[in-house]
């Protein structure tokens, strides 16, 4: 399996002249990676992270076709999974190429996954995995649930750390240059709520532009990247450059 965890793939900045609302983002060499992986005419299947969200889900599912084709990797097919189509699970994975965990939030995609059983429908897939702010997190052995919506980080109920697919041992945040000021119910999202949490465990924090490369169990961070642990945030990578783990 190849790897790819990513805070967000997509550049908004799209040529003039191109209709399209994104494009891949080619910084840090994400696209080039991308490419020497790439089988022409590849197969895509994308999950969905709200399998009830039809609408969003298949917008999303034509977006992402658009941006591959316009950097020259082809497809034969693009499929979506999410509840429309969950009991095929298993056997659109094992049609497919290139599968592509979508971002959104995090618990409901969490759930979605536990219910099709994707931790043991990837067991065996061999081609390339794309992961999108909320489905690269829950790649994670063990997923840190960042509180993002109201309420969530005051509810003695939410669930901070959650079973991941055990696709790394990372635990990433993503859109750190868009979220680090956050304020969520009344505090600071970072310096209040999720350092303390990295006294438990460390996280890597990713700008978008930002992922994590792996390959045969190798682990490289390319772009931007920070640590968080011990409540301290430490620069570990900068924009333009890559970082083996």
């Known amino acids: 399996m190849i790897l790819f965890l990513t805070s967000s793939p997509c550049d908004n900045d799209v040529p003039e002249g191109v209709d399209l609302p994104c494009i891949l983002n080619e910084a840090n060499g994400f696209v080039d990676r991308l490419r020497a992986h790439w089988r022409p005419g590849s197969r895509l299947l994308i ?6 969200a039809f609408e969003r889900n298949d917008e999303m599912a034509n ?3 658009d ?3 316009f950097h020259d990797l082809t497809l034969e097919d693009v499929a979506l999974c999410d509840s429309r189509n969950e009991e095929d699970a298993g056997e659109l994975i094992a049609m497919s190429d290139v599968v592509l965990l979508s971002g959104g939030h995090v618990p409901t995609e969490s ?3 536990d219910r099709i059983g994707l931790i043991d429908l990837l067991c065996e897939f061999d081609g390339i995995v794309i992961g999108v702010s909320a489905g690269t997190m829950n790649c994670a ?3 840190y649930c960042q509180p993002e919506e109201e309420g969530e980080s005051i509810d003695p109920e939410f669930e901070r750390f959650i079973p991941g697919l055990g696709l790394t041992q990372l635990m990433i945040l993503p859109h750190y240059q868009m979220v680090k000021d956050n304020i969520l119910d009344g505090q600071r999202l970072f ?5 303390g949490d990295s006294f438990i465990h460390p996280f890597l924090a990713l700008v978008d532009g930002s992922y994590v490369y792996s390959e045969n169990g190798e682990e490289t961070v390319c ?3 920070y640590l968080i642990w011990d409540a301290h945030l430490t620069p570990i990578c900068r924009e ?3 970082l083996p783990l």
């Open 240 to 242: 333009g450059e890559c």
């Open 141 to 143: 052995e063990t997923v």
């Open 67 to 69: 941006a591959f084709e």
């Open 47 to 52: 999950i969905a992270s709200d399998p009830d």
């Open 63 to 65: 977006t992402f076709a």
């Open 191 to 195: 310096e209040d709520i999720t350092y």
């Open 111 to 113: 759930a979605f996954f």
């Open 223 to 225: 772009g931007e990247a």
